[in-house]
């Protein structure tokens, strides 16, 4: 996975202009292209689409200060009018075309990245692969932003306008692993961005073709394999740090990659407030 992340920033290096052909590339390293967004996000903490366009516009800015026309620069980065140009510029270096042209600055420049593979890992982390038959997600779902730190407080308002009584029923449905209630978030952007919207359900499993009230809303779940880490200790912290370390740690040493598929976190038990938890992260999987 290094190797392949590596390449993709070479790719990016060699033409600006183009976004580059991820899916291809990731065939012939045996991978997917979700699975490389994925990762580069995780490890880069921006999407690879961001990153582009951030040594787009650093490279952008060298060009500006010398006499080349503001057109023929901005359709050498991709763009097709001078306006289009000014916005992506804008939006990295928060300032104009024209202002850097006229003063040489404030630019904030973007580092070419470079992947590494340093010796780290040496914290066991507590995994085991489960494959799970096809099931279904049912529960209570709402559309929220992604945040990467900390408590999201849209998903919490989400929980908290639940009858309390609906908690003990959702219980009462579930019928299958994994078990109790869960946090499942879908239909999330590969890059993972921060704000883009996923959908959150809160909710259980249950048996593929078991009845559902129609009142739920419901995931349906293909057959297929699942990496589950187990972590305890301050919430949402460890959870977070435990996501963090599966990009880091975890898949770059196992013959594993991301599939499409929601992830799961089952709360196994919490202190009353829940400032502390054991939690489980269900991450749908498939072999390299």
Sequence with gaps: MIATLNRVIELVEADLSEDIDLARLAARFGTTEYHVRRMFSSLAGMPLSEYVRRR????AAADLLGDGEM?????RYGYGSTEAFGRAFRAVHGVSPADVRRDGGP???QPQLRFRLTVEGNTPMDTRIADRPAFQLVGH???VPLIHEGVNPHIQAH???LPV?????LKDLSSTEPAGLLQVSADVDPDYTEGGELTYLHGVAVHEHASVPQDLDVIQVPAGAWAVFRTDGPYPAALQSIWAATASDWFPSNPWRL???PSIVAILDRSPDFSTATCELWLSVERE
């Design 165 to 169: 009584t609906e908690h003990a029923r």
């Design 56 to 59: 787009r516009m650093t490279v």
């Design 107 to 109: 630019l904030r420049s």
């Design 159 to 161: 929980i908290a306008a």
């Design 259 to 261: 599939r499409p598929g």
């Design 71 to 75: 057109l023929d620069i901005a359709v």
């Design 141 to 143: 779902a709402a559309r």
